[in-house]
C-alpha cells in the first residue's frame, strides 16, 4: 500500500474543507451564511445571501481548491492522471463534509468541477457550458447541477476513459442524493430562483 496517496488523500479533504463562503461572509461581511437562506456553505447560498460579487469569488474559490487538491499527486511526481480523478474525491468528501465546522459543508458541484478542471480542462469547458445554459432556461441552480452532472456523465463515454466515467458517476450519485430538499421543493414550487433565466421571466410576467 502506498501510504503517500493516503496523506494526499487526506490532504484534498482538508483542503476541500477549507468553507470559502463561511470565511468570505464573515470576514468582509459580518454574516454567517450558515444562520440565512439556506443554511448551505455553498455558491448558491453565497449568491443569495452575500450577493453576486461574492457568490462568484466563493464560486471561482471553489473550483479552484477542487482542482487544487486534485493536482496533488502531479506534484508529488506521480505519473498517473487517473490519481487526479481519485485524490480529487477527498475535496468532495471535505467539502461536504467540513472538518472544520463539525462535518456540515456544501453540496460539492463547484469542488468536483475543479476535479474536472485538473483532469481535463477542455471537458470542464464543455461542462460550465453545459451548466450555464441550463441555469439560464430553468433560473434554477439544482436543476443545473443535477440535470448537468447526469449530462456530463452521459458524455464522458465519448472520451472511452472508465475511471472517469466511473469517477463522474459516483459523484453525479453523490450530487443526487445532496439535492434531495431541492427536489422537494422543485416539486412542491417553492424552489429559489436566480434573478434571470427563462423561468424567473416567465414567473415575474405571471406576478404582475
Known amino acids: 500500500m502506498d501510504y503517500k496517496l493516503i496523506i494526499l488523500f487526506l490532504a484534498a479533504y482538508l483542503i476541500g474543507s477549507i468553507p470559502t463562503a463561511l470565511i468570505i461572509g464573515q470576514s468582509f461581511y459580518h454574516k454567517d ?19 453576486p460579487r461574492a457568490g462568484t469569488v466563493v464560486l471561482v474559490l471553489d473550483v479552484l481548491k477542487g482542482a487544487l487538491a486534485a493536482s496533488l499527486p502531479l506534484w508529488c511526481g506521480y505519473s498517473d492522471r487517473h490519481l487526479i480523478l481519485l485524490i480529487g474525491l477527498g475535496a468532495v468528501l471535505g467539502h461536504s463534509f467540513s ?11 463547484a469542488t468536483s468541477a475543479g ?15 453545459i451548466f450555464l445554459l441550463i441555469v439560464t432556461v430553468s433560473s434554477m441552480v439544482s436543476v443545473a447541477s443535477t440535470l448537468g452532472c447526469i449530462l456530463v456523465l452521459l458524455l464522458s ?22 439535492h434531495r430538499s431541492n427536489f422537494r421543493r422543485i416539486f412542491n ?20
Open 157 to 178: 463515454y465519448f472520451y472511452h476513459d472508465w475511471v472517469l466515467s466511473l469517477i463522474i458517476a459516483a459523484v453525479t450519485v453523490f450530487v443526487l442524493i445532496r
Open 189 to 208: 414550487g417553492t424552489e429559489n430562483l436566480v434573478p434571470f433565466g427563462l423561468v424567473y421571466r416567465l414567473r415575474q410576467k405571471k406576478q404582475k
Open 33 to 51: 451564511v450558515r444562520q440565512y437562506g439556506s443554511g448551505n456553505i455553498g455558491t448558491t447560498n453565497a449568491y443569495r445571501v452575500l450577493g
Open 115 to 129: 476535479i474536472l478542471l485538473a483532469y481535463n480542462p477542455e471537458f470542464f469547458l464543455i461542462a460550465a457550458a
Open 99 to 109: 472538518i472544520y465546522i463539525r462535518f456540515h459543508g456544501g453540496k460539492s458541484v
